[in-house]
């Protein structure tokens, strides 16, 4: 019997769980490792409004305009006012991000009017977060269920009430009762042939929810992100938006800049703009491909803001 059963150990379910546990009995479940979740794969960072000149407003306002108005407002209007205490409420978790002079430093990313997204290891924010939140829930009380499969959210009188689990190990199935149920399993990037997403995300929540009688809605809209190394025989490997935040631009097959064309922000419009720019360039020039162009980077900028991609790259041949 927990107090609070959550499915999903990425930032999402760490951070419920840890502030959760404060005062009641919290039991965390995941089908693979409780670091294995698509937040360890974020490398750009996270928005809030703390820079100067910048506000909740103004991210309200950037946050709608980059939906097409197709956001839920109240939604939004929740995410941006409470965007800079969360991030407080990390760093007193002990998240480092990253700082100039004693600041946190703040980058650029698509659809953003000003810089504010903060960041840590340069580009391994999601993987600083989810080892400092680990291993403060690993630390606490806790209770963790790592390799159990959620198979199924247990209704009694139109009341979800439990879970029914299976051990990935050894196959065996079992029923927790609970009194709350936080559902934070991410996304279901596993759907598609090709994508940068965790080997777990396939949904898992949306489809547990929607068994046990809950109203799905919006189901196609799915992110893509817009950048990615495919190589051959290599992990398809996520460029974050902030190289292009740093000025990288994307030039067709035969060298010509094409986002300028499509949007008056350019490399920063909005992911969906900056993905259907790629692709109709794609078609238009018969190429599987388009290049990212650092090449007007300083050398040692990239090297500092980016050593994770840098590093892969480097790895695969591919010196930037």
């Known amino acids: 019997m927990a107090d609070l059963a959550i499915i999903g150990s990425g930032i999402a379910g760490l951070y419920v769980g840890l502030q959760a546990s404060k005062e009641f009995d919290v039991t965390i479940l995941t089908k693979s490792s409780i670091e294995e979740c698509n937040t360890k794969y974020a ?3 996270i928005s809030a409004s703390i820079g100067e000149g910048d506000s909740p407003e103004l991210h309200y306002k950037d946050t709608i305009t980059a939906s097409g108005g197709l956001s839920d407002p109240e939604a939004v209007r929740v995410l941006t006012e409470e965007a800079v205490n969360r991030i407080h409420d990390l760093i007193n978790f002990g998240v480092e991000f990253d700082t100039v002079h004693g600041e946190i430093a703040l980058a650029r990313e698509g659809a953003h009017s000003v810089p504010r997204v903060i960041h840590a290891g340069g580009d391994a924010t999601g993987a600083r977060i989810e080892d400092t939140l680990s291993s403060l829930a690993r630390r606490s009380g806790i209770r963790i269920m ?17 879970l029914r689990v299976m051990d990935c190990a050894s196959g065996s199935v079992k029923e927790i009762e609970s009194k709350w149920i936080v559902l934070a399993t991410g996304g279901a990037g596993q759907l598609f042939k090709y994508g940068t997403n965790s080997k777990v995300a ?12 809950a109203i799905v809605l919006d189901m196609e809209f ?3 992100h817009p950048t990615v190394l495919a190589l051959p025989g290599a ?4 460029i974050s938006e902030a190289v292009r935040g740093e000025g990288a631009i994307l030039r067709d097959v035969t060298g010509e800049r094409f986002m300028e064309r499509y949007h008056p ?4 419009a909005s992911r969906d703009v900056v993905a259907r720019a790629i692709v109709t360039e794609m078609s238009r020039t018969g ?4 290049h990212l162009d650092l090449t007007n980077l300083p050398r040692q900028r990239v090297i500092t803001r980016f050593p994770n991609i840098y590093r892969f790259c480097l790895d695969h041949g591919l010196d930037i």
């Open 43 to 45: 490398q750009g960072g």
């Open 146 to 162: 790592e390799r159990h499969l959620v198979t199924e959210i247990l209704v009694h009188d139109g009341v979800a009430s439990g």
């Open 202 to 213: 396939t949904g898992d929540g949306v489809a547990l929810a929607y068994r046990a009688g």
């Open 222 to 224: 799915f992110q893509f």
């Open 235 to 238: 992990t398809q490997f996520l």
């Open 265 to 268: 922000q350019g490399e920063l």
């Open 287 to 290: 190429s599987s491909f388009v």
